[in-house]
């Protein structure tokens, strides 16, 4: 997402959210795709910047409150400080390393992280420690914000990081304050002494503070004076950003019927498998559809037919190497078949549990992820809210997607993208589902065309989510 401020901000612009109807071609060369660009594509990134201890952080949080938003991320510029040589490590234990000058932080690295973030990509964040003055072996994630906060102090110096910021902040506060500021701070959450920090302070700090950090000053959209106390600046940023957040909503909107409308009139791709209509299968579908079906045998049933939907994603979507095994018959073997590569299961929160029975009983040592998309009931937008998945699912032979009904396929959608964004192959991606518009298997196939989709019932586009409220008794 993009925003903008009032005065010297420019318009909001969105600059990966193409019309649905332009059409790419894929890498294979023989199928066309349609666009879609997910609600956290072109993530709104603000940036704060100020003297150490100007009250930053406390200014970006007093924005995230005055939101009251899921999706809003602070990132300090700290994570980003260059490791230490021997000599600097040492020079940094006794006070003498400049931590304030542009060429202590790690711009570079920096700047593939918020071009990620921007993307819409998964985004891996170092950790730094100040007490050991290094990096830390283990790193952190930003995925999937709407809203980034940058704050540091050299969070508007770089003119490749100024170019992806929507907004300009800078904060700013009396030199005593922020002296006082950095002394607590540093003693009590970094462990240092108050000579070496009063010692940083006139050696680094006080003269880098006019050297770099002040000019910054002058790029910047929005001078914030005494901080997390300033209410009206406060408000200002969070009604631009809520402005931008709700017209971003609605050009998402539009996407979404442009690409329906462009997959209304094509035929189902050869990649949707409908459940062959067996009469067992007819004789399920009747006791599952009929409302005096008490809830115990609605369970037994569909568990049942969740069973040959899994069965039927493992032949979509499995790849098998020979094997050969001794029968308990005495010297005797069998040449047989054996899952090449590991399978691993998503489940789309809450209905994708009412397949996760009849997963267990066709791949007990199944593992299994979680997604929550819920649709806000003011914009009808999909929202993603929280996953978790294997580290290592990109290296997964076979991932299923469990969701029992698809209508519109604005879920269905995020959930595949979310999964292509943390390395999940397009082709290993197999969606399992009971029952699906037309309409919504459409888009899906025209925006993702090599992902596998098992279906049981074609249905209305529009019809409302039922089977997870007879499944769940609630």
């Not at 612009?13 to 066309?32: F, K, M, R, V, Y």
């Not at 970006?60 to 000599?87: H, N, R």
């Not at 003055?133 to 952190?140: I, K, N, P, Q, Y």
């Not at 300033?230 to 996407?255: C, P």
Request: charged content about 25%.
């Amino acid at each position: 997402m993009s925003n903008s401020g009032e005065g010297s901000l420019s318009p909001i612009t969105l600059e990966h959210s193409t019309s649905a109807s332009e059409l790419i071609s894929p890498e294979d060369g023989n199928l066309q795709r349609a666009h879609y660009s997910p609600p956290w594509a072109d993530t709104s990134i603000i940036g704060i910047a100020g003297s150490s201890g100007s009250g930053k952080t406390s200014l970006a949080q007093a924005i995230i409150k005055e939101l009251s938003l899921p999706w809003v991320v602070i990132l300090s510029m700290d994570s980003f400080y260059k490791p230490l040589t021997a000599a600097e490590s040492a020079a940094a234990f006794r006070n003498e390393y400049d931590f304030d000058a542009p060429e202590a932080m790690d711009f570079d690295v920096l700047v593939e992280r918020l071009r990620d973030i921007k993307s819409g990509k998964k985004a891996s964040i170092p950790v730094y420690s100040f007490e050991k003055h290094a990096r830390l072996e283990h790193a952190t994630t930003i995925y999937s914000p709407h809203v980034l906060i940058l704050e540091g102090i050299f969070a508007l110096h770089d003119a490749r990081v100024l170019d992806m910021l929507d907004m300009k902040i800078f904060a700013e506060a009396d030199a005593d304050l922020c002296l006082s500021r950095r002394l607590l701070r540093d003693v009590r959450e970094r462990g240092r002494d108050i000579e070496g920090c009063v010692k940083q302070w006139f050696s680094f700090v006080k003269p880098n503070f006019h050297k770099y950090v002040e000019p910054q000053r002058n790029v910047a959209d929005i001078i914030v004076p005494r901080g997390m106390e300033n209410i009206v600046a406060i408000g200002m940023v969070s009604d631009r950003i809520h402005k931008t957040l709700a017209q971003k909503s609605r050009l998402h909107q539009l996407e979404l019927k442009r690409l329906g409308k462009v997959s209304e009139a094509d035929a189902l791709s050869t990649n949707v498998k409908i459940l062959v209509h067996t009469n067992q299968v007819r004789g399920i579908n009747t006791l599952l559809m009929c409302p005096e079906t008490e809830r115990e045998d609605f369970i037994f049933y569909f568990d049942r037919l969740a069973v040959l939907l899994v069965e039927k994603a493992c032949e979509a979507g499995l790849s098998f190497k020979s094997c050969t095994v001794k029968t308990p018959v005495p010297s005797e073997t069998y040449n047989g078949l054996a899952p090449d590569g590991e399978v691993s299961a998503i489940v789309v929160l809450r209905g994708g549990s009412c397949l996760e029975t009849g997963l267990k009983r066709v791949i007990p040592d199944c593992r299994i992820g979680r997604i929550l998309i819920q649709t806000n009931t003011k914009s009808g937008e999909p929202e993603l809210h929280y996953y978790k998945m294997a580290p290592d699912v990109d290296k997964h032979r076979c991932v299923f997607l469990l969701d029992p009904q698809m209508s519109s396929g604005g879920a269905a959608l995020m959930a595949v993208r979310v999964l292509l964004d943390h390395g999940v192959k397009e082709e290993s991606i197999v969606f399992v589902t009971y029952m699906a518009g037309r309409m919504g298997l459409n888009r899906l196939m025209n925006v993702f065309p090599n992902i596998k989709v098992v279906v049981c019932r074609i249905i209305d586009d529009m019809e409302l989510r039922w089977v997870e409220r007879r499944y769940l008794g609630c």
